[in-house]
């Protein structure tokens, strides 16, 4: 990776969640605020039983870096992933762009199935990057 300035540096990174912080602000002029949010709503056995806010001050947010925030809500208002008291069985988190295409992104793994962490790291191999004031994030996870 080459700097402004000419310096060459190499560097090892993980899947996602680098997202450009110049530039990538949103514009303090032209807003009464220098962050929005972004809204999710979590659906149970599909009926909306949650929804809760993610504060971002960027333009551009990574879906890994949403995708943490909210697992992370999740484990502590849901308990998310409990050992053997979790009261999901399965789960995806669902991104919807404002053109109306959408990804997901599996939340749990398959029954019976050997949990290793580094397979669910390479689901952000793309460094997938959504547009922040148009976005719309699902999860929907189903009870045991």
């Known amino acids: 990776m080459e700097l402004n300035d000419g310096r060459l540096i190499e560097k090892t990174c993980m899947y ?6 110049d530039g990538n602000q949103i514009d303090k002029n032209n807003s009464t605020d220098n962050s929005h ?14 929804s809760f806010d993610i504060p971002t001050n960027k333009k551009n ?3 890994q870096e949403i995708d943490y925030k ?13 050992f053997n008291s979790s009261p999901y069985e399965t789960g995806y988190i669902k991104f919807i762009e ?36 148009s976005i719309n994030v699902e999860v929907h ?4």
Do not use: C, Q
């Not at 996602?16 to 912080?21: C, I, M, Y």
């Not at 992104?105 to 390479?122: Q, R, V």
């Open 16 to 21: 996602g969640g680098v997202t450009e912080h």
């Open 37 to 50: 949010n972004i809204l999710i709503k979590v659906f149970e056995n599909e009926r909306n039983s949650l």
């Open 61 to 63: 947010i990574t879906a």
């Open 70 to 82: 909210v697992r992370n809500y999740l484990l502590k208002h849901k308990n998310l992933y409990e």
């Open 98 to 133: 404002g053109n109306g295409h959408s990804f997901w992104y599996d939340m749990m793994p398959e029954s019976g199935e050997k949990f290793y962490p580094t397979k669910y790291l390479l689901i952000y191999n793309d460094n997938k990057t959504v547009e922040s004031k």
């Open 141 to 144: 996870l189903t009870k045991k």
